[in-house]
Nanobody
Framework: QAQLVESGGGLVQPGGSLTLSCAAV????????MAWFRQAPGEKRSIVAA????????YYVDSVKGRFTISRDFTKNTMYLQMNNLNAGDTAEYYC????????????????????WGKGTPVTVSS
Protein backbone atom coordinates (compact mmCIF):
# COMPACT_ATOMS: atom_id res chain seq x y z
CA GLN A 1 0.00 0.00 0.00
CA ALA A 2 1.39 3.40 -0.96
CA GLN A 3 2.34 5.61 1.95
CA LEU A 4 3.99 8.92 2.67
CA VAL A 5 6.23 8.92 5.73
CA GLU A 6 7.43 12.15 7.31
CA SER A 7 10.53 12.52 9.46
CA GLY A 8 12.88 15.19 10.76
CA GLY A 9 10.64 17.01 13.19
CA GLY A 10 11.74 17.95 16.68
CA LEU A 11 12.44 20.72 19.15
CA VAL A 12 14.43 23.70 17.92
CA GLN A 13 15.23 27.11 19.36
CA PRO A 14 13.93 30.30 17.77
CA GLY A 15 16.14 31.25 14.87
CA GLY A 16 17.16 27.64 14.31
CA SER A 17 16.73 25.32 11.36
CA LEU A 18 15.20 21.94 10.60
CA THR A 19 14.84 19.85 7.49
CA LEU A 20 11.75 17.70 7.14
CA SER A 21 11.65 14.68 4.82
CA CYS A 22 8.71 12.93 3.21
CA ALA A 23 9.51 9.50 1.80
CA ALA A 24 7.19 7.71 -0.58
CA VAL A 25 6.86 4.04 0.27
CA UNK A 26 5.25 1.38 -1.89
CA UNK A 27 5.08 3.45 -5.05
CA UNK A 28 6.53 6.50 -6.71
CA UNK A 29 4.73 9.83 -6.65
CA UNK A 30 6.83 11.29 -9.44
CA UNK A 31 3.74 12.27 -11.42
CA UNK A 32 2.12 14.04 -8.48
CA UNK A 33 2.30 17.52 -7.11
CA MET A 34 3.39 17.33 -3.50
CA ALA A 35 2.93 19.66 -0.59
CA TRP A 36 3.61 20.35 3.06
CA PHE A 37 0.78 21.34 5.37
CA ARG A 38 0.83 22.16 9.06
CA GLN A 39 -1.68 22.18 11.86
CA ALA A 40 -1.21 23.85 15.21
CA PRO A 41 -3.38 22.81 18.19
CA GLY A 42 -6.88 24.20 17.84
CA GLU A 43 -6.28 25.43 14.31
CA LYS A 44 -7.21 24.27 10.85
CA ARG A 45 -4.65 22.40 8.75
CA SER A 46 -3.14 24.84 6.26
CA ILE A 47 -0.77 24.84 3.31
CA VAL A 48 2.88 25.68 3.85
CA ALA A 49 4.50 24.92 0.49
CA ALA A 50 3.95 22.88 -2.64
CA UNK A 51 6.09 21.62 -5.51
CA UNK A 52 5.06 20.50 -8.96
CA UNK A 53 5.36 16.96 -10.34
CA UNK A 54 8.69 17.78 -12.02
CA UNK A 55 10.05 20.13 -9.39
CA UNK A 56 9.87 23.08 -11.74
CA UNK A 57 7.29 25.12 -9.89
CA UNK A 58 6.87 25.92 -6.20
CA TYR A 59 4.34 27.68 -4.02
CA TYR A 60 4.89 29.15 -0.55
CA VAL A 61 2.46 30.70 1.88
CA ASP A 62 3.48 34.29 2.58
CA SER A 63 4.50 33.62 6.19
CA VAL A 64 7.32 31.25 5.15
CA LYS A 65 8.60 32.92 1.98
CA GLY A 66 12.33 33.53 2.21
CA ARG A 67 12.68 31.12 5.17
CA PHE A 68 11.46 27.73 3.88
CA THR A 69 12.54 25.83 0.76
CA ILE A 70 10.67 22.89 -0.71
CA SER A 71 12.46 20.37 -2.91
CA ARG A 72 12.21 16.81 -4.12
CA ASP A 73 14.75 14.13 -5.01
CA PHE A 74 13.31 11.76 -7.61
CA THR A 75 16.18 9.28 -7.19
CA LYS A 76 15.23 8.88 -3.53
CA ASN A 77 11.47 9.29 -4.00
CA THR A 78 11.61 11.89 -1.25
CA MET A 79 10.43 15.45 -0.73
CA TYR A 80 12.06 17.91 1.67
CA LEU A 81 11.21 21.09 3.52
CA GLN A 82 14.23 23.10 4.60
CA MET A 83 13.10 25.47 7.36
CA ASN A 84 15.32 28.34 8.47
CA ASN A 85 14.92 31.17 10.98
CA LEU A 86 12.14 29.33 12.76
CA ASN A 87 9.87 31.13 15.18
CA ALA A 88 7.18 30.13 17.65
CA GLY A 89 4.52 30.63 15.00
CA ASP A 90 5.98 27.69 13.07
CA THR A 91 5.18 25.27 15.89
CA ALA A 92 2.78 22.65 14.50
CA GLU A 93 2.36 19.12 13.27
CA TYR A 94 3.70 19.02 9.71
CA TYR A 95 2.13 16.75 7.11
CA CYS A 96 3.14 15.89 3.59
CA UNK A 97 0.57 15.14 0.94
CA UNK A 98 0.33 14.31 -2.75
CA UNK A 99 -2.15 15.40 -5.40
CA UNK A 100 -2.53 14.10 -8.95
CA UNK A 101 -2.65 17.67 -10.28
CA UNK A 102 -1.44 21.16 -9.39
CA UNK A 103 -3.90 22.77 -7.00
CA UNK A 104 -5.05 26.29 -6.23
CA UNK A 105 -2.90 26.40 -3.13
CA UNK A 106 -4.32 29.61 -1.68
CA UNK A 107 -7.79 28.05 -1.62
CA UNK A 108 -8.60 27.74 2.12
CA UNK A 109 -10.02 24.25 1.48
CA UNK A 110 -7.15 23.00 -0.68
CA UNK A 111 -6.39 20.20 1.78
CA UNK A 112 -9.69 18.54 0.80
CA UNK A 113 -8.31 17.90 -2.68
CA UNK A 114 -5.18 16.01 -1.71
CA UNK A 115 -5.07 12.34 -2.64
CA UNK A 116 -2.57 10.85 -0.18
CA TRP A 117 -1.45 12.00 3.27
CA GLY A 118 1.33 11.16 5.65
CA LYS A 119 0.78 10.85 9.38
CA GLY A 120 2.78 13.92 10.35
CA THR A 121 5.88 14.94 12.23
CA PRO A 122 5.90 17.47 15.09
CA VAL A 123 7.89 20.69 15.05
CA THR A 124 8.24 22.71 18.24
CA VAL A 125 10.04 26.04 18.26
CA SER A 126 10.84 27.07 21.80
CA SER A 127 13.68 28.33 23.95
Amino acid sequence: QAQLVESGGGLVQPGGSLTLSCAAVGRTFSGYAMAWFRQAPGEKRSIVAAISYNGGKAYYVDSVKGRFTISRDFTKNTMYLQMNNLNAGDTAEYYCAAAISWRTWDDPDVQDGMDVWGKGTPVTVSS
